[in-house]
């Protein structure tokens, strides 16, 4: 029934202004302010909303993912521009935060890191990655 709907999916954030700088000039990231919220628009077409909600609690899980063709060098320019990735107890990662899946074929290699709102997001890389 809803197979060929367009979609797109959408998440809360405490401070919209906050979110947009994050995911505008950290990330760089279109982003458009709607009046309601931000539209962010990410490669492949696909689109998010961001929605500012007063009693907004973080995401536990990774709720957006980006695909990059080189992770060390996307890791490198997100601690450039101040982000802090991660480090999860168990996941096996190097000083740069990232988990490296693809050496003991244990999935991707990826690296999370945190939004404004403390959601929590993540660049990965494996052998199908999507160029950026």
């Known amino acids: 029934m809803l197979k060929d709907t367009p979609a797109f999916s959408g998440f809360s954030v405490d401070d919209l202004q906050a979110a947009q700088k994050f995911y505008g000039s950290v990330l760089g990231i279109k ?4 009046g ?3 539209q962010l628009y990410l490669g492949g077409g696909c689109t998010v909303f961001v929605y500012a909600k007063d009693n907004h609690a973080p995401a536990t899980y990774t709720m957006l993912n980006f695909v990059v063709t080189d992770i060390d060098t996307a890791v490198s320019k997100l601690i450039a521009k101040g982000v802090v990735m991660e480090i999860y107890p168990g996941m096996h990662q190097d000083e740069k935060g990232i988990a490296r899946g693809r050496v003991g074929h244990m999935g991707p290699d990826i690296a999370w ?7 929590i997001l993540a660049v990965l890389q494996n052998e199908d990655a999507v160029p950026n």
């Open 31 to 34: 982003v458009e302010d709607t």
């Open 36 to 38: 309601m919220g931000l």
């Open 113 to 119: 890191f945190k939004d404004p709102a403390g959601n």
